[in-house]
């Protein structure tokens, strides 16, 4: 059952949104509806006419035979012409054309119908009646005859009208001879008519533009819900949705609005708890450096002095670091190769070696500033441990590939993940000059993902390059 549904979901007729999706099926269901209803009116219009038409026989049989017996018999050819239907014919003969036999139920009602239609009805007046019918694709005959002496009562509920392919009737005069008709089917004019159709058209039409608007009531919450989602995903600040749509999308919007808040609240807590750490230790190493420096000169005060310099430098970077994640900054439409462009040219201004190859013009919604401190710390890295950086951009149609390759050494694999940490740094001498905090490599990953995009980094013949993948969609 699954396999078949994954089948029918990757058919291109199997539409992708909700909306499309619903009114198809909708509409399938409306179709074979009215097809099977169709088909069900259709057998009981014919039915219909078909009973209506035996009636109309049977009434027009006993009239005629009643006026043959009141007419002279110079007139019974007249009067016979004039009978003349499309599926009906009439004529005197000496001879009975419906043989004497057994009855059907059908028969024995259609001949005491055909004595009560008589004014004055006459004991022994013999009445034959034929009937054909149709029934499970095989053809009944039925051939009987019926001496009337009394009429039956005729109960209308009880009645059954097969699809009538032909009635023969055989009525005796009572100068002996026998009136016989003839009949087939009548010409049934379709059900479905062109008024029909069009009646059916304006139902059909109604009935989708019901399904439209209520399909439109329930998607359009759920796609802005699906939109704020992903900005949220994208580490934006969103508004509270409003609460539309039916019930259950209301409830929705309600969690996602109680979940939004709540996470605002956990990482505002958490950033200001991490900022206020890092502004308290201020007190601590201030007063530790006032300390060290009333000690006597010497190697011992000299390495308590550089490390008391690391930490300071250290709490500042973290509060640097804490600044910028809790920088809500409005998201713009950028062009990513002017972007890079741009910065290459800045870094080559201030003396480093950065070269970069000019791509096609591709679009991207980003925060410009977190984006471009991202992207100048990864170049800067480059060229700090490879001596330079060749940059370049390439784009599908879902997303946006920046590369910086440097000429280094590469890094060991089982660093490949460390140095995302937070001050993880490869240079070991933990020389501030040459090996810097240790925050760089972790901010540039935290405002890629941000973006929703990711960075991987790869050894290769040249050194190493640092591959970013961002997503093209609006954040």
């Known amino acids: 059952m699954i396999k078949r549904f994954n089948t029918l979901r990757s058919s291109r007729f199997w539409p ?13 269901g409306m179709a074979l509806a009215l097809a099977i209803s169709l088909w069900m009116a259709d057998d009981a219009h014919k039915t219909a006419v078909n009973r209506i038409n035996q009636r109309m026989l049977t009434r027009q049989s006993a009239t005629l035979a009643e006026v043959l017996e009141a007419s002279p018999a110079s007139l019974h050819r007249s009067i016979l012409q004039t009978t003349r239907r499309e599926n009906a014919f009439f004529r005197l003969s000496n001879q009975s054309l419906v043989p004497a036999g057994d009855y059907s139920p059908e028969e024995l009602m259609l001949i005491d119908r055909i004595a009560r239609s008589f004014d004055d009805p006459r004991p022994g007046r013999q009445i034959r009646v034929n009937l054909a019918s149709k029934r499970s694709g095989k053809m009944t005959s039925f051939h009987h005859s019926r001496h009337w002496e009394e009429p039956g009562r005729d109960d209308d509920h009880h009645e059954r009208h097969p699809h009538l392919l032909f009635l023969n009737i055989s009525i005796q005069l009572n100068n002996g001879q ?20 069009f009646l059916m058209g304006i ?53 996602f609005n109680l979940m939004n808040k709540r996470l605002q609240r956990f990482v505002a807590d958490r950033t200001r708890m991490l900022a206020a750490l890092s502004h308290d230790l201020r007190t601590p190493i201030t007063s530790m450096r006032l300390r060290v420096e009333l000690m006597e000169p010497g190697p011992d005060t000299d390495q308590l002095l550089a490390t008391l310099d690391e930490m300071h430098e250290m709490s500042e970077a973290t509060l640097a670091f804490m600044r910028q994640a809790s920088n809500n900054e409005s998201t713009r439409a950028v062009d990513v190769n002017a972007l890079l462009d741009s910065l290459c040219e800045d870094l080559q201004d201030i003396g480093l070696n950065v070269h970069y190859q000019d791509g096609q013009e591709v679009i991207l919604h980003c925060r410009l500033v977190s984006l471009k401190r991202a992207l100048r710390n990864l170049i800067e890295n480059a060229v700090k441990y490879g001596s330079v950086a060749h940059v370049s951009m390439s784009a599908g149609q879902e997303s946006a590939q920046i590369q910086i390759q440097d000429e280094g050494d590469g890094i060991p694999e089982a660093m490949m993940e460390r140095v995302f940490e937070p001050f993880v740094r490869m240079e070991e001498s933990r020389n501030r000059e040459t090996g810097g905090i240790g925050l760089g490599m972790s901010i540039a990953r935290n405002i890629i993902h941000s973006h929703g995009g990711d960075i991987y980094l790869e050894n290769n013949s040249r050194g190493l390059l640092v591959t970013i993948n961002l997503p093209l969609g609006a954040v």
Do not use: Y
């Open 178 to 197: 026998w009136l016989n008709m003839q009949s087939s089917t009548p010409t049934v004019i379709p059900l479905l008519a062109k008024r029909t159709a």
């Open 203 to 255: 139902s059909t039409l109604c009935v989708l533009a019901g399904i439209i608007f209520m399909v439109r009531r329930i998607t359009r919450p759920i796609r802005k819900l699906s939109f704020a989602s992903h900005r949220l995903g994208l580490g934006e600040k969103i508004d509270p949705l409003q609460e539309q749509g039916p019930e259950d999308i209301r409830e929705l919007i309600r969690a």
């Open 16 to 28: 992708e949104s909700l909306a499309s999706q619903m009114i198809l099926v909708v509409l399938s």
